[in-house]
């Protein structure tokens, strides 16, 4: 085989939305990076190069979820083939989007295009999970999920995982403040309690019912009174100065929820239309640039196809 | 005004629903009683008699639910009536199927029809809540909403409550197994755990997000990988001879989830028909028969209308 190689852009992902820490995710049309694989003759994975990221991700191929993902792959394929990858990372890392998850799906999604689809999206995401595995120390599916399927994900249970395709309303949109600085899953990982008392399991479990029956019946007054956290919110909301602040301009002016995107410092607020979330990502930057120096503000509707192939 | 009276039954409701406790419940095609409401001259609420009970319910107005029921909505109305009423209960009282907010319910369900519907099923609501308080002694919408609206309720959360109606797949059928003894609903409720993991959250919540998913796709496979409970049935089991053997011969015989009813005794079992549910029925009566002397056993489809007009 030569030199074939083909561009893909892998969406950035909310994972956690609300009530639903650790079982929920969805797709954004925003791409996390870009990443060029090419299948070479020489046997191995090589990372050739990592552009747009000043932290500097893992060039090694034991460290990058890219290149984990893939080698689970190649281990499948019983195909001695090279193959090397070029990433260009359009966001910070620790952005709460989703960035590792989505270096994760896009190398074996780029790989089973080139090889005409040996792999079923199913078993994409078995190499997917893995991959992430080594960013976060543990199986999640909360942002590969999404990533790789698109849509709206509730990933009900492990052993072995169970995803669940959620259909979100057409005029559903959410806007992503990111203030530009890094917070590590693992340190926002620990503030998290280790115990809830019955009223919290109670309130949690009715609110995740909520936002699935409010999501599945277009019901935008449920989405909103179901955006009620227990779990993650009251631990992680000191990481992002001025959070509750935020998250107030972003409620007046017109959201229909609005809470941390996975591990933060990403924000997310969702609203009925594409001009409402202008309105919204205005406010919140606003109320967040008196206390972080940059911000980003992005406005999407919800990614219902997962990766793209751009060249 | 002279003697106008009306006949109805109330419906049985199964509360709980394996990962749904104190947010989900669901209404049956069996009548827990029969009432007939009476409207007399001379002003106040009278229970005339009670019939079909051998413990004797409360005939003593302040204390039996569908008196204060009654009461609530005779203030709002600001008539001053007089009523009466006959009750003839058809299941033994502390059985879990929701017999006290049967009673909440039928009354000012039945009063409303008299008075050519005043109130809406809203209003009906509120008074069956104040009703049913005075049995569970807080407000507790788990029954009394399914039994009211008919069909599978989500409680997302109170102050105020907050009441989604789902509606399940038409070939839904479930098997109540109810073994002839009482189970004190206070008991009962101080068997249940106070604190819980960060693991037990999560499942739950991702159970009860699951099942409400199943529900409304109609899909069978995904409401039977949900109904698990870590609240509720690992700490009320023991209160039911066999409950773990009775639950393992309902999922052997095709049952496609069972848990406990409301605080037991009684047993409900999905099955996606008739002739499933009378089959699991069976082989749910043939284990409990074994413990317990006297076990009745009911086959219905999921209730959608609530309380009826029979006379």
């Given amino acids: 085989m030569g030199d074939k190689s083909i561009k893909v852009t892998a969406p950035a992902t909310v994972s956690n939305v609300g009530p639903g820490f650790d079982i929920m995710g969805f797709a954004l ?3 996390v ?4 694989v090419r299948i070479k003759s020489k046997p191995g994975i090589r990372i050739k190069k990592i552009t747009g990221d ?3 991700l893992p060039l090694n191929v034991k460290k990058n ?4 993902a893939l ?5 499948k394929l019983e195909m001695n083939i090279g193959v090397e990858l070029e990433i260009r990372k359009k966001m910070i890392s620790g952005s709460g989007l989703g960035s590792s998850a989505a270096s994760a799906v896009a190398a074996p999604f780029a790989l089973n295009e080139l090889l005409d689809r040996p792999f079923s999206k199913k078993d994409l995401m078995e190499f997917a999970l893995l991959g992430e595995e080594v960013a976060s120390g543990c199986i999640h599916a909360d942002n590969v999920a999404p990533c790789l399927y698109g849509g709206f994900i509730l990933i009900r249970g492990y052993n072995p995982t169970d995803i669940i395709q ?3 309303p057409k005029k559903l949109h959410c806007t992503i403040l990111h203030p530009q600085f890094e917070i590590k899953t693992s340190e926002a990982r ?4 280790q115990n809830y008392s019955l009223k919290d399991i109670i309130a949690q479990s009715g609110n995740a019912a909520g936002l699935i029956a409010g999501l599945m019946k277009g019901d935008y007054g449920l989405i909103k009174r179901s955006l009620k956290d227990v779990i993650a919110e009251p631990a992680r909301a000191q990481l992002i100065p001025g959070f509750y ?3 107030e301009a972003a409620m007046n002016a017109g959201s229909i929820g609005c809470s941390i995107s996975g591990s933060g410092p990403a924000i997310f607020a969702f609203s009925t239309s594409y001009e409402k979330g202008i309105e919204i990502g205005k406010a919140m930057k606003k109320v967040s640039s008196e206390r972080v120096k940059k911000n980003i503000v992005y406005v999407s509707p919800i990614n219902t196809v997962g990766p793209k192939i751009i060249g």
Avoid: Y
Wanted: no cysteine.
């Fill in 29 to 31: 049309d925003i791409a």
């Fill in 190 to 193: 620990k503030l998290i309690k």
């Fill in 33 to 36: 990076e870009e990443m060029v």
């Fill in 65 to 68: 979820t890219a290149t984990v």
């Fill in 166 to 168: 959620i259909e979100p």
């Fill in 54 to 56: 000043k932290k500097g």
């Fill in 71 to 75: 080698s689970h792959m190649l281990a």
């Fill in 245 to 247: 602040e935020i998250k």
